[in-house]
């Protein structure tokens, strides 16, 4: 048994209150709606929009549209603390801003690190549209995004790109930079948007270096944030498409598991919360997200479904909230007995419900599970001996057994589940037995490598063959950085993995290293 997860459970509503009033009496926390505005024309020492703009989680009529005032963004924003700004914000449906469909004011508040957070709605569904931002005589750089198309209404072509991991001392966000070259109706981001540790030590060699040891309190989250978005990739990436994004571990602390940090013992239980309602402040004002999603001291509601007419539902999953923790003490080891509590869980009981009614539910053709960890069971070692990663979903078999038995008793067809964490291109067959890698797959998993996570990378690592042979689910494997981008269509789902030269350096260019497609109605990725 878990005792740490049962005790959890016990105790969430009490400590939910608790530290609910804590954050509001610290932070201020985030009220909807909002404080007055001084009056009169703010003046700026430089341009504050240094971060870019953003926008995120269309739906057929409307959008959130994002940006952040800070003149001084490595260092708490530049803006003083006890003053809101009002943005005005417009949309258009032509590139030159010419023909304005909506305009309005937002104000930027201290206590959300001076984000904008606008969600339009009245927007024609399926098409593209344009929006900037104003402050004073300032304006933000321009930004394109494209609504959701009708609810179930016939498509017949959609593309997706969905990407993950980059460190930043790792290399460059470079692959960005050819993404906005491709045409996407939206992207996905699987986690590990920052990375929380110090500079590395041994820095000689390193492309770029973190602005801070380990990031703890919601001004380091946030000069991290900045450190982050400062990119000019990753900002052309998020003017260029809507983006609907969710969390790994790294937002917050690696392998980190609910409540439960990654090294016990130095933190206690309470301030690893304060530190999560930190971490996920700082994620709510950088990205752009509904209020739904606004944080409750350290709670935040991250899992929710975009759908794109008849043709695919996408259901973005939180594997880290509210998972039991790692069995088995972490790492990468047998499975023990602890990994096989029936009461382990990756998704949380309602998350869990959430899901299988959703995907019961569903008139779409592809469902379509943008998440965190690989779900195909990796054994991870060369020979009879049976290694897993503890962090994944092969280490909570009962969660993963529930998930594939309902979708075969359930008669789930067409469901794709897309992976990042792992920092290696994969594409997986999921079986519906995980003691028969033989039988028949239930579903497909594309997993993308990292952005720039591990370095330039090569394409195949020793044993990969072998590897291979003994994981015979695994249909493809490689080992340089990208993404993975999508053409869906009625008939098929494929997957193209985009593979850059190199990331260490500046100016790397990008190739489609391997296709992959699943054809409707039979689970399983066939190479295109
Ligand atoms: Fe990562
Ligand atoms: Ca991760």
Redesign the pocket.
């Known amino acids: 048994m878990n005792n740490r997860f049962s005790s959890m459970s016990r105790h969430s509503q009490l400590d939910r209150r608790r530290f609910l009033m804590a954050a509001a009496s610290v932070a201020g926390l985030p009220l909807v709606g909002v404080t007055a505005c001084g009056t009169g024309e703010p003046q700026f020492s430089t341009n504050p929009f240094t971060l870019g703009v953003a926008s995120g989680d269309p739906t057929p009529d409307g959008i959130v549209f994002w940006t952040r005032l800070a003149t001084d963004p490595l260092n708490g924003g530049g803006l003083p603390p006890d003053q809101s700004y009002e943005v005005s914000w417009r949309v258009a449906s032509d590139s030159n801003m010419l023909q304005e469909v909506q305009k309005g004011t937002a104000t930027a508040t201290p206590e959300l690190g001076h984000s904008v957070h606008v969600e339009v709605e009245g927007l024609e569904p399926g098409r593209h549209y344009w929006y900037e931002f104003r402050a004073g005589s300032e304006e933000s750089p321009r930004g394109r995004t494209r609504t959701a198309d009708a609810a179930n209404a016939p498509l017949d072509r959609l593309r997706m790109g969905f990407a993950?991991?980059q460190h930043y001392e790792a290399g460059y966000f470079t692959a960005y930079r050819h993404m906005v070259a491709e045409d996407l109706d939206i992207v996905f981001h699987l986690?590990?948007y920052i990375y929380e540790g110090g500079p590395a030590k041994e820095s000689a060699g390193r492309p770029r270096l973190h602005n801070s040891p380990e990031i703890m309190t919601l001004a380091d989250y946030r000069n991290r944030y900045a450190l982050y978005k400062l990119d000019p990739d990753l900002q052309a990436a998020h003017a260029a498409f809507p983006w609907s994004v969710t969390w790994?571990?790294?937002e917050l602390d690696?392998?980190y598991a609910s409540d439960i940090p990654e090294e016990k013992g130095p933190m206690e239980r309470e301030a690893f919360l304060a530190r999560r309602a930190a971490a996920y402040q700082a994620y709510y004002e950088m990205m752009p997200l509904r209020r739904s999603s606004m944080p409750e001291g350290a709670d935040m509601r991250l899992y929710r479904r975009l759908s794109y007419g008849n043709l695919a539902q996408f259901d973005v999953l939180d594997t880290r909230q509210y998972r039991t923790d790692q069995p088995c003490g972490d790492g990468n080891k047998p499975l023990c007995d602890e990994a096989f509590n029936p009461e382990a869980t990756m998704l949380g009981a309602e998350q869990e419900r959430w899901l299988f009614d959703g995907l019961r539910k569903s008139q779409a053709r592809w469902k379509v599970l943008p998440q965190?960890?690989m779900m195909a069971p990796l054994d991870r070692a060369l020979g009879p001996e049976k290694i897993y990663s503890m962090?994944k979903w092969a280490a909570y078999p009962a969660g993963l057994n529930r998930f594939l038995s309902f979708l075969k008793e359930g008669s789930i067809d067409n469901t794709v589940v897309l992976t990042?964490?792992?920092h290696n291109h994969w594409v997986c067959n999921l079986s519906s037995d995980l003691n028969d890698p033989d039988a028949a797959p239930v579903a497909t998993e594309f997993v993308t490598t990292s952005i720039s996570s591990g370095g330039d990378g090569s394409d195949l690592r020793e044993g990969v063959e072998q590897m291979m042979s003994e994981n015979p689910f695994v249909q493809f494997f490689n080992n340089q950085r990208g993404y993975v981008s999508c053409t869906i269509t009625p008939e098929n789902f494929q997957a193209d993995y985009k593979v850059m030269d190199f990331v260490e350096k500046p100016g790397g260019s990008i190739s489609t290293r391997a296709s992959f497609a699943v054809e409707n109605g039979k689970a399983g990725a066939v190479k295109a």
Do not use: L
Request: with cysteine; net charge negative; glycine share 14%.
């Open positions: 993950t991991c986690g590990d790994d571990d790294h690696n392998n965190q960890v962090d990042g964490d792992i």
